[in-house]
């Protein structure tokens, strides 16, 4: 029987990274892991209610991250860009750290192959090649889930159901990934259940990937308003955002969407979902259909 694993969650009350914890408690990968433990800076609401059912609490702060990695094999950073010293601080402990498999704080866009400078993807790179170059011992597996269903399909990506009016960058036919925070936790819970050879340095996933277009239909389908979609130039709206370079990354995303670079198929970037949940034996992938359903075709109204 392998030797059950320590596993700790940075983050794990935020958005995202209360979803991973749910999933690492839950009683499907539970049995997998000796203990999970909860890195927060204070015992809020969340974290209280995740001690609740069964998470180990540990309060960590710039000082002790060390301390607070002690006896942990497995790190999930789910920290969100506000965190960024926080995430210095995890880059900078992990060589002094038990810690065998890191996850990084991405679980978005994969943006390793992009040929631009964007402030906000550079400094996780950097942050990567530090622990790559510094942290000899520690393996790493960046997660790729495309963009998060439950987030995206708002006004900053184009979708505004509001107005009855989405703007897509390029063909409305071309198709994104898109995955649900739950879905995403899953994710994680899975790799990290596997054996350390087999969970690759990069994965790519998909609940669901599906064009502009498509959304359109599916959000009018299940309530929402008629909607209109408007293309936009692609190598007009491209060279506009690169000369803005802005801090956040909302509209680089919306011009690597009309390129298809955030296509998590087989064909395209790459999957790697029957690695986790192969034929959904596991757990049945949430659909735009699926999300679309629970707002009444109405998102962010």
């Known amino acids: 029987m392998p030797e059950l694993r320590n596993v700790a969650v940075a983050g794990g009350t935020g958005r995202l990274g209360h979803h991973v914890v749910q999933s690492l408690l839950s009683p499907q990968f539970r049995s997998n892991f000796r203990d999970i433990v909860l890195l927060t800076r204070d015992r809020n609401e969340v974290a209280v209610k995740l001690e609740s059912e069964g998470a180990t609490i540990r309060l960590y702060n710039e000082d002790n991250m060390v301390e607070s990695l002690k006896d942990i094999d497995i790190l999930v950073n789910t920290l969100a860009s506000k965190g960024h010293h ?116 990069s994965t790519h996933f998909g609940g669901d ?11 009018k389908a299940n309530g929402g308003p008629e909607i209109t979609v408007e293309e936009l130039d692609l190598k007009e709206f491209r060279e506009k955002v690169l000369e803005q370079n802005a801090l956040m990354p909302a509209d ?50």
């Open 86 to 201: 926080y995430k210095l601080k995890i880059v900078e402990a992990l060589p002094k750290s038990s810690v065998k498999l890191y996850f990084p704080s991405e679980f978005g866009v994969d943006h390793y192959k992009n040929t631009f400078k964007q402030d906000q993807w550079d400094t996780k790179r950097a942050m990567y090649e530090t622990v790559k170059n510094e942290a000899l011992s520690v393996q790493m597996c960046l997660v790729f889930i495309g963009l998060v269903m439950e987030l995206s399909i708002g006004p900053w990506f184009g979708y505004d159901t509001r107005s009855g009016r989405y703007t897509c960058v390029g063909p409305a036919t071309v198709p994104s990934s898109y995955t649900s925070m739950a879905d995403a936790g899953k994710i994680v819970a899975a790799l990290a259940t596997l054996p350390y050879s087999k969970i690759p340095p």
């Open 252 to 301: 680089h995303i919306r011009f690597l969407m009309g390129e298809g670079k955030i296509d998590h198929r087989t064909d395209a970037l790459g999957s790697d979902a029957d690695l986790v949940n192969e034929g959904e034996k596991n757990w049945k992938w949430k659909t735009m259909e699926d999300y679309a359903r629970e707002v009444q075709g109405k998102p962010f109204m």
């Open 209 to 219: 990937i599906i064009s502009c277009g498509e959304i359109a239909r599916i959000m």
